[in-house]
């Protein structure tokens, strides 16, 4: 009878074994690591099978190699933990390089984001380890310590777990970004991470904030603009199927924020709400839309959220101000970030405002002009252009719930004007192309300011001059007292008797500041039967060193630039007064002076027959370039 070999009992001529692989524990660990991230990010994938199924797998891998070197450190565990870890690894490299045509999920490359970008260091730490262990071989057996991998791969890990787990999975072009989920909030709002900047995107959508699949639209010009912008009710369900380009996460996402923003919104319907909430306005009611905006909310890393909307915008005719929506405005970024232009696809263009200049009025930030051809402002700081906005309406409008504003309203986009799905009106054909024809419409200062219908005027032009006498609209009043004037230096010139007197700053006609209703060169004030004096326009002059035909085309047909080179003021060196004309020798008289002509436009607060920026009649309309007619813009004109 055979009989059974008995096991081998080590003894001191027989001891176990002494050597390792050294490293493989390490290994071990961080393929481990590898597999836990992989099987918390799992069930983000479920809308692609296939692609949840292979996580499964890889997870059982990571996981099993892992445990396996763990408790059998020998050569054949290393072998698997870096085959499995290399496999892994190399996956992960092709999603991101070209993306994997043959699986359901992964057909387009995707940009790296924290949670798979750790998974893959610890994979390629795990095979990294695993390879030098196999290359070194065996050694004599040193006190394995624990502690200190342990904790690096899990603090590695767990981060990568959280985030992955509530991950927003997102398949792009090569420019696309993607989006990896945070907790939610209070409210059960679903945020979705931006993991390049941190900022959360708030979807409010917990069927389609998790395991999104965010297709990149078509760039073709053109392809996105076939069905969209339409017509936008709130009246009516929301619907914004059909139109190219946009994924039905995309849809679902951009309809919940319109919904929500119609609930939550009114909580601010009076400008008094917004402003007991932190909102403050930033002066451009004179548009006819006034927007307030709560500056701490910018970069405090939340958009899309209409509970936190950093700006309100209300529209503005007369006294009533009605709340026609929010202006969400991202911390700084480029305007085609992928964590924002693949939220809600073709269906937003985001924006900034890179040419506005801010200041200081009464202590809050307010827009007090444009930037010239330089980038410069004659007045205050340009800044906000780093931030991208977009508008959701919860009012009706022609252009979508998402549109943006006419002329400077529509600040600049990242795409070619002609490619904007957020306009349907003025400026929508391209920089520098006509406007298009529309039926001019009487200039009315207490109604949104709209100078379209001239031919040749381009929207860049249309808008400057639009934005002009907006601003003009809003900051000028503050000069409604001629008394104010004069405390800050404005003196008359004695011309009252015409039926408009100007007030000059003569200090500030060669300074460094134009266009700027805050430091206007000329008040014009029209005396009123009782005595008083209502202030009715500004008149806006450049420095005397400039000549006509050299002054900012800035308006194009809409503006026409005048001097006065006829006009003879008593020789008062604080406060000269027209005393006369020119006489026909081309001087004046003794004791009168004459002084350089400067190029010079008026800005009516008031309606005025020949448009807001007609000349005087007479002896006050001046001098205009040879060759030219006199304009008189009968098309935006209002009788008195």
């Not at 940009?111 to 998974?119: E, K």
Request: aromatic share 6%; hydrophobic share 40%.
């Amino acid at each position: 009878m055979e009989s059974t070999p008995l096991p081998v009992v080590p003894t001191p001529s027989n001891p176990p074994s002494t050597e390792r692989y050294p490293g493989l524990t390490v290994a071990a660990l961080a393929s481990l690591g590898a597999g836990a991230v992989h099987a918390a990010a799992t069930g983000i994938h479920a809308e692609h099978p296939e692609l949840a199924r292979l996580f499964v797998v890889i997870t059982v891998l990571q996981l099993g190699v892992g445990l396996w070197a763990l408790v059998r450190p020998n050569r054949a565990a290393a072998l698997g933990v870096a085959a499995v870890n290399t496999a892994a690894v190399g996956g992960w490299l092709a999603t991101r390089i070209m993306g994997i045509s043959w699986i359901d999920g992964l057909g387009t490359r995707e940009a790296a984001q924290f949670a798979d970008t750790i998974c893959a260091a610890l994979g390629a730490a795990a095979a990294g380890a695993a390879i030098a262990a196999l290359l070194v071989g065996k050694r004599p057996a040193a006190p394995t310590r624990l502690a200190l991998p342990a904790l690096v791969v899990a603090a590695l890990a767990i981060p990568a777990m959280w985030t992955g787990g509530t991950h927003a999975h997102t398949h792009a072009h090569s420019d696309a970004g993607s989006l990896a989920a945070g907790a939610e909030s209070a409210d059960d709002h679903d945020h979705a991470v931006d993991p390049a900047t941190g900022d959360t995107v708030h979807t409010h959508d917990p069927a389609t904030a998790t395991g999104d699949t965010v297709h990149t639209h078509d760039t073709t010009p053109g392809a996105a603009n076939a069905n969209w912008p339409r017509p936008y009710d709130p009246a009516q369900p929301m619907d914004l199927s059909g139109v190219p380009g946009v994924t039905a996460e995309q849809q679902a996402r951009a309809e919940k924020v319109i919904a929500d923003a119609q609930r939550i919104l009114p909580k601010w319907s009076t400008t008094a709400a917004a402003e007991a909430d932190g909102y403050v306005s930033i002066g451009d009611a004179g548009t006819g839309s006034e927007h307030f905006i709560k500056q701490s909310l910018i970069p405090d890393n939340v958009i899309l959220d209409p509970n936190a909307p950093e700006s309100l915008v209300y529209t503005v005719k007369g006294d009533q101000k009605t709340l026609a929506g929010a202006m969400f405005i991202a911390s700084a970024r480029p305007t085609d970030d992928p964590a924002l232009t693949n939220w809600a696809g073709p269906l937003m263009t985001w924006h900034n405002h890179g040419n506005l200049c801010w200041d200081r009025v009464n202590g809050k930030a307010t827009v007090v002009g444009l930037t010239d051809a330089n980038g410069k402002c004659a007045r205050g700081v340009n800044t906000g252009g780093e931030n991208p906005m977009v508008h959701v309406w919860i009012t009706s409008n022609v252009c979508g719930p998402f549109s943006a504003l006419e002329g400077v309203g529509a600040g600049q986009a990242a795409v070619p004007e002609d490619q904007r799905t957020d306009q349907c009106g003025h400026g929508h054909e391209g920089h520098g192309a006509a406007a298009p024809a529309a039926t001019p419409q009487p200039y009315d200062p207490t109604k949104p300011i709209d100078l379209s219908g001239i031919s040749g005027v381009t929207p860049e032009q249309q808008a400057a001059a639009e934005n002009l006498v907006a601003v003009t609209l809003v900051r000028l009043p503050m000069w409604s007292d001629y008394r104010t004037a004069e405390a800050a230096g404005f003196h008359s010139i004695g011309d009252a008797a015409t039926g408009h007197e100007h007030f000059i700053n003569w200090d500030w006609i060669n300074d460094d500041t134009t266009l700027d209703p805050d430091h206007p060169e000329s008040l014009v004030y029209q005396p009123q039967p009782d005595g008083s004096k209502k202030l009715v326009s500004a008149m806006y002059m450049l420095p005397d060193t400039m000549k006509l035909d050299e002054v900012p085309n800035i308006g194009g047909a809409l503006m026409q630039w005048h001097i006065h080179d006829n006009l003879c003021f008593t020789d008062d060196p604080v406060a000269p007064r027209v005393a006369g004309v020119i006489a026909s020798g081309g001087k004046c008289n003794p004791p009168l002076v004459a002084f350089r002509p400067a190029p010079m436009i008026h800005v009516w607060i008031t309606p005025h027959q020949c448009g807001p920026f007609a000349a005087l009649e007479g002896v006050g309309a001046g001098q205009i370039n040879a060759g030219e007619a006199r304009l008189c813009d009968h098309a935006h004109g209002s009788g008195f």
